[in-house]
């Protein structure tokens, strides 16, 4: 079981990799709210801890941006984060 300090650290790990390697809406950018993100941070901790892929994370991540946030943009850095998410866990 996972305490709740824990937790938080592992939010503040995924927060820090949306903002400053995902960020499709430019948050960042205005120094805008940090937590913009933190509502999709547990779909993204619970792909992970099902051991999600690479491909399924980046859909993931598509999905947040054209269906939730209405982005048009091409691909991005999107393997790229996924990335850097799987890295946050693999030890």
Request: charged share 35%.
């Amino acid at each position: 079981m996972t305490d709740r300090s824990e937790v938080r650290e592992i939010e503040d790990k995924i927060r820090r990799v949306l903002m400053l390697k995902w960020d499709p809406i430019g948050v960042s950018d205005f120094a805008g709210p940090t937590d913009e993100y933190d509502r999709y941070i547990g779909g993204i901790y619970g792909l992970i801890q099902r051991g999600a892929s690479r491909d399924d994370i980046v859909s993931h991540l598509r999905t947040l941006e054209v269906e939730r946030m209405g982005c048009t943009v091409g691909d991005a850095n999107r393997y790229e984060v996924a990335d850097s998410l799987i890295q946050l866990f693999s030890k």
